[in-house]
Nanobody, 125 residues
Framework: QLQLVESGGGLVQPGGSLRLSCAAS????????VGWFRQAPGKAREGVSS?????????YADSVKGRFTISRDSAAKNTVFLQMNRLAPEDTGVYYC?????????????????WGQGTQVTVST
């Protein structure tokens, strides 16, 4: 069974930064597209960013373009990262990573088959 474990969430002030990690086990990130999604209380889960299995294509939600960057370390850590800068209160939510076998990546949760447990991100004064 594929496993993904998120980490790096926390409480940060507006304008601050966080780096989320999604550690993969029992599969290699080179073979899967990996996406980051978030869910705020009372709202539907939404796509934030994803990277294709080839690593050559990335996607970002309009609300995070220019502030968030997705990357991966497939050689050593088998981990996908989400660098989040200039965080705002509307970025608050539980952040999940998910994978899609040999996928091109997307921002649609239904395209992804295996999910992590999530990490809480709270942006507040």
């Amino acid at each position: 069974q594929l496993q993904l474990v998120e980490s790096g969430g926390g409480l940060v002030q507006p304008g601050g930064s966080l780096r989320l990690s999604c550690a993969a086990s029992r599969f290699t990130v080179d073979d899967y597209a990996v996406g980051w999604f978030r869910q705020a209380p009372g709202k539907a889960r939404e796509g934030v960013s994803s990277i294709s299995s080839s690593g050559t294509t990335t996607y970002y939600a309009d609300s995070v373009k220019g502030r968030f960057t997705i990357s991966r370390d497939s050689a050593a850590k088998n981990t996908v990262f989400l660098q989040m800068n200039r965080l705002a209160p509307e970025d608050t939510g539980v952040y999940y990573c998910a994978c899609q076998r040999r996928g091109s990546g997307s921002l649609y949760p239904t395209d992804f088959t295996s999910w992590g447990q999530g990490t809480q991100v709270t942006v507040s004064t």
